[in-house]
């Protein structure tokens, strides 16, 4: 089945069918997640101000899941629409996706960042509070590591941040640590993941950042099919097998079950705050990655070693063994992997969504 979960556990592991409601569901990650949300049996509804994305996002997910889905557009730190959301809508928990999240834009804008961030978390929890919505998934990140974690990096690590971006993630954990201190029914999942790559099987959901790609492998896309001349490589004299940095890159597919294993595993846990980290516990290089894109592309692409670039660290990898044990979730999928449905869905679609 398209879109089902990628655990290897049949549906029935994923519990009772819950109302969730996905904020930023259009987003890259939110919309996987949702295809294997409805696919394992539960109903969704999405908030997203397509300030990050696009609507033509939805008619994709109701093509690919034949399901109807509830949209609201609005900005979450709308705390009257928010509030008016949950008192209209049975919603039995939430999976929070919605935020700004380009690591450079955040050093640029930071006080937008703060804003953004901090403020539609504020207006969700307190109308979840409101109206007895207990169970929290929050997208969190690998970034709370700050720059100096060892590897692999476990969920015990202390947290830090180099960008704002970065603290705002960090700041948002330690709240939701505080609101369920105070509301001890709360049941929360912080979930810390690396690089989310890939893209939906079917070649018609992927990845279409704004503007001038930010991550590997969405700007290894744009080189392929001629948007950009060449990728850069910033540097490739690293404490690495090959010189070039380290990262944990993680399929959507896989990270979109994860949080859906983790939304179930909180009608079992008696924490009322879980971490856990999203990856596959190894690190590829640049050129790895390079080199699987080229595999799944037929041809050799251009490309050039730059600089260093500050900020950057020679390896960043998680220990997902807690998600592993608790969860009985792995990440299934290879680089290549990775590469070949991203690669469909970039050929297919050479300039992202359409507007309309």
């Not at 207006?123 to 990140?141: N, Q, W, Y």
């Not at 505080?178 to 029914?185: I, M, R």
């Not at 992927?206 to 969405?218: I, K, R, T, V």
Request: hydrophobic share 40%; proline share 6%; net charge negative.
């Amino acid at each position: 089945m398209i879109g089902a979960p990628t655990t290897g556990a049949p549906g029935a592991a994923y519990g009772v069918g819950m109302r969730v409601l996905v904020t930023g569901g259009a987003g890259f990650i939110g919309s996987h997640t949702v295809i294997q949300l409805i696919a394992a049996g539960h109903d969704v509804l999405i908030v997203d101000n397509f300030a990050n994305s696009k609507p033509t996002v939805i008619n994709r997910l109701e093509a690919i899941t034949s399901k109807h889905l509830p949209v609201h557009e609005f900005d979450l730190r709308d705390t009257e629409r928010t509030e008016r959301l949950f008192a209209h809508e049975q919603i039995d928990a939430v999976i929070h996706f919605a935020g700004h999240k380009a690591v450079g834009q955040s050093s640029q804008e930071p006080l937008d960042y703060y804003q953004n961030n901090l403020g539609s978390t504020f207006s969700l929890v307190r109308a979840m509070t409101l109206h007895g919505v207990a169970k929290l998934v929050f997208s969190s990140s690998a970034t709370v590591y700050g720059a100096n974690a060892a590897v692999p990096m476990n969920e015990d690590f202390p947290t830090s941040a180099t960008n704002p971006y970065g603290w705002t993630k960090v700041m948002i954990e330690q709240i939701l640590r505080d609101v369920a201190v105070a509301q001890p029914e709360m049941r929360i999942a912080l979930m810390r993941y690396f690089n989310p790559v890939g893209a939906h099987p079917s070649g018609d959901l992927g990845e279409d950042p704004s503007g001038e790609p930010n991550n590997l492998l969405p700007y290894i896309c744009q080189v392929a099919v001629g948007r950009l001349e060449k990728l850069r490589i910033f540097g490739d004299d690293y404490d690495t097998p090959d010189g070039t940095p380290l990262r944990d890159y993680i399929h959507v597919e896989d990270l979109a079950a994860g949080h859906i294993a983790a939304l179930v595993r909180l009608d079992s846990t008696d924490r009322a705050v879980s971490t856990w980290n999203l990856g596959t516990g190894k690190g590829t290089s640049v050129f790895e990655m390079l080199h699987a894109f080229e595999r799944a592309v037929g041809r050799t692409l251009p490309y050039e070693v730059v600089g260093r670039r500050a900020g950057d660290i020679a390896a960043s990898y998680a220990d997902p063994g807690r998600a592993n044990t608790e969860l009985g979730w792995s990440a299934t999928h290879s680089i290549d992997d990775m590469c070949t449905d991203s690669w469909r869905w970039q050929s297919r679609h050479p300039n992202g969504y359409p507007d309309a």
